[in-house]
């Protein structure tokens, strides 16, 4: 039985799918230490993992989806249903979608006209500490999926919850251009290490009202 295995071991058997022939213990326990623990191995990016000894481009791709799958799992246990009323449903949600993220991104979550959860839908990416939002191409991407309203989240990967100064000024911009889009947004948050802030709403009153918490 799986939950009888140690991480290496478990580690080991899956790369034998891409490496039938090869004994793979050598490899788990390298990509176990390069990448700092075995959970870091399914949410590494390809480049990184294949920089191991013995670990091709097969062998990567399939811990990627392992990590894939993990995600998927964790979004599956979300209650979508509460997104706009439970705090904790949505904490858990953010949980899920920034599972494994090495870098700053903006998602964009979206929902009918009768507030029900249609998708998360990514609106930018970028480095380590900051994310460029790719605006004309999520507001075509939301018209498609139908979304009436959206909660914008961003992560910081520094890991401080408070939403920064250029935070507060892209939250008011987006306001004004997915209102000319008939878009209404719910909330803006900032997501970090498994807790999530919201920092404003779709109204100038919200933003200084958060600006002001923000400066004291």
Known sequence: EGVNL?????????????????????????????????????TSDTVRLMRTKGVGER??????????????????LCDTSKLLTSHTELTKYFCALFYGCQFEQVFAIGF?????????????????????????RAIISLCKHNCKSVIIVHNHTT???????????????????????????????????????KFADNNRADLLSAEQKRMK
């Open 159 to 197: 890991g401080i919850l408070k939403a920064s100064e250029m935070d507060m000024n892209t939250a008011e911009k987006l306001g004004i251009i997915f209102g000319h889009a008939g878009i209404s947004i719910e909330g803006h948050y900032v997501y970090a290490d498994g807790q999530c802030i």
């Open 112 to 136: 009918d006209d009768k507030k029900k959860y249609l998708r998360a839908i990514s609106i930018g990416d970028g480095l380590y500490d900051e994310a460029v939002i790719h605006v004309r």
């Open 59 to 76: 062998s990567a791709i399939l811990c990627r989806l392992g990590g894939e799958t993990v995600k998927r799992s964790m979004m599956e």
């Open 6 to 42: 140690e991480d290496h071991e478990i580690l080991e058997m899956l790369l034998y799918y891409s490496l039938p022939r090869v004994n793979t213990n050598e490899i788990a326990h390298s990509l176990i230490d390069n990448r700092g623990s075995f959970g870091a191995v399914f």
